[in-house]
């Protein structure tokens, strides 16, 4: 009997490896002489490149650089950010959220006019200087609505206003744009291959757009979401001057506050969902192959997990090879039911009767053992 674990981290308690060893270590205590191949997922957001690293031969590094308020001005400090390091391939796996990421301001701080993707430009700029030729970002989590201006800006591009002098940081400075200067982007640029891991098909402007959909969990005021939406409608007209043509109603553009619409425009990048961009480099799909059964999880399974998260892509996968997909979760949320219509055969939550979430998080492994282990038992009753 072949058992595929691909779980997403649990958030605050687990990573996927970590989740993935509690759950075969459930299954080998009633199935000693099953096959369990471990592949950790993600989706693109926070714990991708933790999961990438733990199933392939890569290596973590580091790099200091600017934070998402930069290294000027109230709260401002440089942070240590890590990316990961496929040698073999050369590619670059680069979490925005790691430089240019929400959880790396307090409430107090956050502040979407000003906050800037610079030091994400600053990650690229060291993968490129490792010799990337591969570059994949993922862009959740960002604090950021400046549509990528900053990450241009410590890659050579140059923003300037009606007297030519430099734009500040931070997408509200955008609606001063007079000029775009490209003669000093880093010309390596070109031979690079970059992709977007994003969920959101969000467009640049608008209702739906990066400054409405995103911009107040950001720290925008109505007004200010009014005044970011228009800055970035201006940023998008001097592009589609600069680059002969317009990307800023790209399904994706409006990602990361913009983010998207600058890897899209200046970077040439492709678009996909995350969780396909993980799957292909732990190599899934493979997995997968003649398996009897796949287990997968994250921490609350809910009808929010319809939007690319990790169990619902990785049963649209397994649904192609016909194999059954069953979830592990740390809750059942509402609507988690829907999900039996998209390839998930069932779903249990992994608490055994009524404790904190503290407690809850504090004993993730056992709880996630315990569960295997019944499931494990079901299963094999099931087989005879």
Same mark, same amino acid.
């Given at each position: 009997?072949?058992?595929?674990i691909a779980p997403d981290s649990f958030k605050d308690s687990?990573?996927?490896?970590?989740?993935?060893?509690?759950?075969?270590?459930?299954?080998?205590?009633?199935?000693?002489?099953?096959?369990?191949?471990?592949?950790?997922?993600?989706?693109?957001?926070?714990?991708?490149?933790?999961?990438?690293?733990?199933?392939?031969?890569?290596?973590?590094?580091?790099?200091?650089?600017?934070?998402?308020?930069?290294?000027?001005?109230?709260?401002?400090?440089?942070?240590?950010?890590?990316?990961?390091?496929?040698?073999?391939?050369?590619?670059?796996?680069?979490?925005?959220?790691?430089?240019?990421?929400?959880?790396?301001?307090?409430?107090?701080?956050?502040?979407?006019?000003?906050?800037?993707?610079?030091?994400?430009?600053?990650?690229?700029?060291?993968?490129?200087?490792?010799?990337?030729?591969?570059?994949?970002?993922?862009?959740?989590?960002?604090?950021?609505?400046?549509?990528?201006?900053?990450?241009?800006?410590?890659?050579?591009?140059?923003?300037?206003?009606g007297d030519d002098r430099p734009l500040a940081p931070g997408?509200?400075?955008?609606?001063?744009?007079?000029?775009?200067?490209?003669?000093?982007?880093?010309?390596?640029?070109?031979?690079?291959?970059?992709?977007?891991?994003?969920?959101?098909?969000?467009?640049?402007?608008?209702?739906?757009?990066?400054?409405?959909?995103?911009?107040?969990?950001?720290?925008?005021?109505?007004?200010?979401?009014?005044?970011?939406?228009?800055?970035?409608?201006?940023?998008?007209?001097?592009?589609?001057?600069?680059?002969?043509?317009?990307?800023?109603?790209?399904?994706?553009?409006?990602?990361?506050?913009?983010?998207?619409?600058?890897?899209?425009?200046?970077?040439?990048?492709?678009?996909?969902?995350?969780?396909?961009?993980?799957?292909?480099?732990?190599?899934?799909?493979?997995?997968?192959?003649? /398996? *009897? #059964?796949?287990?997968? @999880?994250?921490?609350?399974?809910? +009808?929010? =997990?319809?939007?690319?998260? !990790?169990?619902?892509?990785?049963?649209?996968?397994?649904?192609?090879?016909?194999?059954?997909?069953?979830?592990?979760?740390?809750?059942?949320?509402?609507?988690? /039911? *829907? #999900?039996?219509?998209? @390839?998930?055969?069932?779903?249990? +939550?992994? =608490?055994?009767?009524?404790? !904190?979430?503290?407690?809850?998080?504090?004993?993730?492994?056992?709880?996630?053992?315990?569960?295997?282990?019944?499931?494990?038992?079901?299963?094999?009753?099931? /087989?005879?």
């Amino acid at each position: 009997m072949k058992i595929v674990i691909a779980p997403d981290s649990f958030k605050d308690s687990l990573s996927a490896q970590s989740v993935a060893h509690a759950i075969a270590a459930g299954l080998r205590d009633v199935c000693p002489d099953a096959q369990l191949v471990e592949c950790p997922m993600a989706d693109g957001g926070e714990g991708t490149i933790e999961a990438v690293l733990a199933a392939c031969d890569g290596e973590w590094m580091s790099n200091q650089v600017s934070g998402p308020l930069g290294q000027s001005g109230q709260g401002a400090q440089p942070v240590q950010a890590q990316w990961g390091w496929l040698a073999e391939t050369r590619t670059a796996i680069i979490e925005m959220a790691m430089a240019s990421g929400l959880q790396l301001l307090s409430l107090e701080q956050r502040d979407a006019t000003v906050t800037s993707t610079f030091g994400t430009g600053e990650l690229i700029k060291a993968a490129l200087d490792a010799g990337a030729e591969r570059v994949i970002l993922a862009i959740g989590g960002s604090a950021t609505n400046d549509a990528g201006t900053g990450m241009l800006s410590a890659l050579g591009a140059r923003f300037l206003d009606g007297d030519d002098r430099p734009l500040a940081p931070g997408g509200l400075a955008l609606a001063q744009l007079a000029r775009i200067d490209l003669t000093g982007l880093d010309p390596r640029l070109t031979s690079v291959q970059f992709e977007v891991a994003a969920d959101v098909n969000n467009p640049l402007c608008g209702v739906q757009g990066a400054s409405h959909i995103f911009g107040p969990q950001k720290g925008a005021s109505p007004e200010q979401v009014l005044a970011l939406d228009a800055a970035l409608g201006h940023f998008a007209e001097h592009s589609a001057q600069a680059l002969g043509r317009d990307d800023s109603e790209y399904p994706g553009s409006g990602a990361a506050g913009g983010m998207g619409f600058a890897a899209k425009a200046y970077l040439n990048a492709s678009f996909r969902p995350g969780v396909e961009v993980v799957a292909d480099l732990t190599g899934l799909a493979e997995a997968l192959d003649n /398996a *009897d #059964l796949v287990i997968t @999880g994250e921490g609350r399974f809910d +009808a929010q =997990t319809l939007r690319g998260k !990790t169990p619902f892509g990785v049963a649209r996968m397994a649904q192609r090879k016909n194999v059954p997909v069953i979830v592990l979760a740390g809750t059942l949320g509402e609507g988690y /039911a *829907d #999900l039996y219509a998209h @390839g998930i055969s069932a779903a249990f +939550a992994v =608490t055994s009767g009524p404790m !904190t979430l503290e407690f809850a998080c504090a004993n993730a492994a056992t709880l996630l053992h315990d569960r295997a282990r019944d499931l494990a038992r079901v299963w094999a009753l099931a /087989a005879r």
